[in-house]
């Protein structure tokens, strides 16, 4: 077995693999040519960010069965071009949960103390005692938005210095939150309760700018921002006017819109601490992604055991063809429901109809597990990974079978229970190659799953379909394809447009003012 490392790996991990009796060449600074060369005859290779895995160096190596990425994101790899050779594509997601949450910590006191400005005034040869009064964080509120691997390490290490901790996360259950001592709340509430708000989620068209000159106008006064997240989940201009005007108490930042920034208006500001995108960078950290990524290595190669693969489930070509259009159809499916929903989740209940009541099903319910969980996590979701994630936030996955007959040769039925009810979805394949949404919440409907959709829930009466495009008409937006289903006095409506222009919050509001409409969302898959 030979194993190609291209980049630095600590020698602990070079270990591991050698261990095996394997050949490890471990060189870094090889141009692409070279590397070419060596991987001719190389089972694996291992790379950090600088290397980068493309189709024709992936073409160069025949006998490639592996890619380790010693990180998180798989930026650098082809992960198609691996996908489409069968090659397995794995990571290291949160390795290094705790490097990141040490240093939101870290912010969280330097901004109650004033570290870095008192420390700055020393070497200046000032002794200003009276100007760096801080605060203690005992009995403080941290609000931490997105509880996940490092929301929970932060939390655990806030809680030891006496802080009180809510939460914002839409996919952890109450029971997780419990067990750490979290109250989870709105997002609105986050901001309003929160002395401390600590930033640990993805970066999406749902959370792009989620902090925002309108969430910091009613924010609680005086509230400190710490981001170690993703730059774009702040507007910086607005964080630094809110700063100036004396609403926001400060800030700690360790990622930004644009690495390194251009504008430097918000880093020089007295009350903001900033670092250059150093949080996951520790010894232990690095040391820890480095064997992780072998460890994951070590047991594919020598037994076959995937683990964070980033790509497929290991399934044989025959299952896989038969399964492929309705995997798609639950990625699409979650992805859907997901974007339904607002409130706390904690069950995804999945039945199969028809042909699929028949064999097993795994790779559906994992494909519908990234669907639902794609929009809100920071590191990736994989078919691999899905219940794994599904478990670690508290979510009960139940799978049934029915042979009722239905109108479908097969059919999948999606229920997510939350803690404000539940989202009922059912889908079906179409020739085989078109996914459609066949119900919705327990109404008749057939839509085809994908682009950008305005989804209505509204009373059944004259004038509503006319009024939907009449709004449409006045905010310039195109309608493609417009479905309805109808049971009793409630109405469901599917409208896909075209997103010429992205479709704002102004036009949804603008829907949701005609008495007989109860909900509008955009959905996009």
Known sequence: MKIVVADDLPASALELLRAEG???????????????????????????????????????????????????GVDNVDVQAASSR????????????????????????????????????MK???????????????????????????????????????????????FISEQVARDLGIELVSLDDLFARADYLSL??????????????????????????????????????????????????????????????????????????????????????????????????????KDGIIRNAVNFPSVSPEEFSRLRPFVELGERLGAF?????????????????????????????????????????????????????AADRGIEIVESRSNRPRDYTSLISVKLHTSDGERWVEGAVFERTSPRLVL??????????????????NNDQPGVIGEIGTILGRHGVNIANFALGREGTNAVGVVIVDETKPITQVVLDDLKKAKAIQEARIVRV
């Open 337 to 389: 429901i997901a974007q339904m929903n607002d409130s706390r989740a904690h069950m995804l209940g999945v039945r199969y109809y028809g042909e699929l009541a028949e064999g097993r099903n795994d790779m559906i319910v994992n494909a519908l597990l990234v669907g639902l969980f794609k929009p809100i996590l920071e590191a990736g979701v994989t078919p691999v990974n899905a219940r794994s994630i």
């Open 86 to 121: 069968g090659i397995v594509v794995m990571n290291a997601p949160g390795a290094n949960s705790i490097s990141v949450a040490e240093l939101a910590l870290g912010m969280i006191l330097s901004l109650a103390r004033h570290l870095p400005a008192a420390d700055a005034a």
């Open 22 to 72: 394997w050949t490890v060449d471990a060189r870094t600074g090889r141009t692409p040519e070279q590397l070419a060369t060596d991987l001719a005859d190389a089972d694996a290779i291992v790379v950090r960010s600088a290397t980068k895995v493309t189709a024709p160096l992936i073409a160069a190596a025949p006998q490639l069965r592996a890619i380790a990425r010693a990180g998180t």
């Open 124 to 170: 200046q040869g000032k002794w200003e005692k009276k100007k760096f009064l801080g605060e203690e964080v005992r009995e403080k509120t941290l609000g931490l938005a997105g509880l996940g691997r490092i929301g929970q390490e932060v939390a655990r290490r806030a809680a030891a210095f006496g802080m009180k901790i809510v939460a914002h996360d839409p």
């Open 200 to 301: 640990h989620m993805p970066s999406n068209e749902k959370t792009r700018k989620l902090v925002n000159a309108e969430r910091l106008k009613r924010a609680k006064k005086g509230i400190r921002i710490i981001n170690t997240a993703r730059g774009d989940l702040i507007d910086e201009g607005a964080l630094a006017d809110a700063i100036e005007a004396g609403q926001v108490g400060g800030a700690g930042l360790d990622v930004f819109e644009q690495e390194p920034p251009a504008d430097q208006r918000l880093q020089k500001l007295e009350r903001v601490v900033a670092t250059p995108h150093i949080a996951a960078s520790t010894r232990e950290g690095q040391e820890l992604v480095g064997v992780e990524t072998a460890a994951a290595l070590r047991d594919f190669l």
């Open 440 to 457: 919705l919440d327990g109404i008749k409907i057939e839509v085809p799953l994908a682009g950008t959709m305005i989804v209505i829930r």
